[in-house]
């Protein structure tokens, strides 16, 4: 799912580390203790930006070993080469040792990464809950759907699709052996939410997560079922820009 509203707060999110960056710009001799200080203020604000909260314990939990190898590499270089023989940490240690204006560039955009997945994440789970939540409140009207779709098709498998659905039986993964490559139902759901049917588009998007465990497609399903089936519920699902 191309989300405008993740690209629209890792906007902002790079101007808070570009922000970040001007203030140490030029101290080549920051004080280890006070840049630290600096990438944990700059973590919670883009945290902030995305609508998360990290409380003090939880972003030292995470990000903790980091710190001690910037602050350690900092205070010499070869003798942090000498003990540590991993070349993993040592190259990311180095980037560590780096003036503060690029330390804090590279912490910000690592964090924006992590942050911006998690982000994504969610609002994809969101969305799914949101549309599920409309197939089960409108089920009598899918319910129509299936049956007239089924004797229109020619393809009894869509009709079973959103039987078991709406009755429960479907859990994500376990229907590989009962849904195989179920081809011509796809290109014709396909061809029918092309044409502006959202409840194909939904249906789809069941085959996709439950029969054939491709997440990618079904949120795209999801997605677009949601657009055809004009769910307005975008704020729940994205929260709000910066």
């Known amino acids: 799912m191309d989300n405008p509203f993740v690209k629209e707060k890792v906007k902002f999110a790079n101007i808070i580390v570009a922000n970040y960056a001007n203030r140490v710009s030029g ?27 990290v409380a003090d314990e939880d972003f030292y939990g995470k990000y903790g070993f980091e710190l001690n190898i910037m602050r350690e590499i900092r205070q010499d270089v070869e003798l942090f080469k000498k003990k540590y023989q991993d070349r993993t940490i040592v190259r990311r240690a180095i980037q560590m040792a780096q003036p503060p204006e690029v330390v804090i560039k590279t912490c910000g955009q690592n964090y924006i990464g992590d942050v911006s997945n998690r982000f994504e994440n969610d609002c994809e789970k969101k969305l799914m809950d949101v549309v599920n939540a409309y197939a089960k409140e409108h089920s009598n009207e899918y319910s129509e759907w299936l ?49 502006g049917d959202g409840w194909a588009a939904f249906t789809q998007a069941c085959l996709c997560y439950y029969g054939g465990v491709r997440w990618k497609e079904a949120v795209e399903c999801y997605d677009k079922a949601r657009e055809l089936l004009k769910i307005d519920k975008m704020e729940s699902i994205y929260g709000d820009t910066c």
């Open 27 to 53: 101290k080549i001799e920051c004080e280890t203790d006070m840049l630290i200080d600096v990438c944990k203020n700059m973590y919670h604000d883009i945290a902030d930006c995305f609508g998360y909260s």
């Open 147 to 195: 049956q007239l779709v089924t004797e229109r098709s020619k393809l009894p498998m869509i009709g079973q699709i959103g039987r078991d659905y709406l009755a429960g039986n479907m859990t994500y993964g376990c229907k590989r052996d009962k849904y195989p490559q179920l081809r011509d139902e796809e290109y014709w759901l396909m061809d029918a939410w092309r044409s």
